[in-house]
């Protein structure tokens, strides 16, 4: 059965008086794990020194608040990704929240390795927004082998409008999960219904068949990860393969930094994703 874990239940790890983090997922909770998920609160009186070690690579997603960098303002829908041994100190502004993943054994888990990789700051809410064939969802790439020039692992924010469901799949040789940032519903766990609310964290087994079912009256939004960027995907009802088509339209309803063509997702690299 998948493991789940409720933000609200993990204790906080004090940095300073004003700012901590809270490790959501690390091999504390599943021994043979390649990743760290953390949410970090941090204050304006604390710097914030990010590292990726020798065969790490580390990504950052801002939640809310603002930050100063060497070499951007973080800010708005900002999205961070560092090659291994690569540095960036954040100097928050007010207040900054984010989340942040530690991908072990990038070596491992990259294909492209023997590029010279820079860290990467991009928009997600300019990247573009792309719709469900066979549904009502919605998803904007937060990572992608395009966006960080690797398939070390990708990431995407999806938003199910009220009582939308998605098609029943499992993977295979992926570490799958999911944190909720909005709403409520219900995750089925090889048919078995579990409710989940924000800050909840959902990691799936491989081979374990999963959907999402939006109950609430919101939309509920979660971002996902697949570690590593490559994987295989078997759909309960072939028909209903994840396909996903452009909408001519960013977040903010204006024109896309890129355009993406109509593709299915499951695990392959597509060429300009
Ligand atoms: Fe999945």
Redesign the pocket.
């Known amino acids: 059965m998948a493991i789940i874990v409720s933000e609200k239940n993990v204790k906080k790890n004090q940095i300073s008086d004003k700012s901590f983090k809270k490790i959501i997922f690390d091999q504390l909770n599943l021994p043979t794990t390649d990743i760290i998920f953390e949410k970090y609160v941090m204050s304006r009186d604390d710097l914030i020194n990010l590292k990726a070690e020798a065969d790490q690579c580390v990504w950052l997603m801002l939640l809310e608040g603002s930050a100063e960098s060497s070499i951007d303002i973080i800010k708005g829908g900002s999205t961070l990704f560092l090659p291994p041994q690569k540095v960036l100190d954040l100097q928050p502004n007010d207040h900054c929240i984010f989340l942040k993943l530690t991908v072990n054994n990038f070596k491992k888990h990259s294909k492209d390795k023997g590029t010279n990789l820079e860290t990467v700051h991009y928009d997600y809410l300019k990247e573009p927004v792309l719709n469900s064939e066979h549904d009502k969802r919605s998803r904007v790439y937060l990572a992608s082998k395009e966006l960080i020039k690797n398939s070390a692992f990708v990431s995407e924010i999806v938003t199910f409008p009220s009582q939308v469901k998605s098609s029943n799949?499992?993977?295979y040789d992926v570490e799958?999960f999911q944190f909720l940032l909005q709403g409520e519903g219900i995750v089925f766990l090889d048919n078995t219904p579990v409710k989940i609310t924000k800050g909840d964290f959902v990691y799936?087994l491989d081979g374990e068949y999963?959907?999402v079912h939006n109950t609430g009256e919101d939309p509920l939004i979660f971002v996902?990860f697949?570690i590593p960027g490559i994987w295989e995907?078997i759909w309960s009802d072939e028909s209903k393969r994840c396909a996903w088509n452009p909408t001519g339209q960013n977040s903010l309803g204006t024109e896309p930094t890129r355009d993406i063509k109509s593709h299915i997702s499951d695990g392959k690299i597509v060429e300009g994703v």
């Open positions: 799949h499992c993977h799958h799936k999963h959907h996902e697949f995907t």
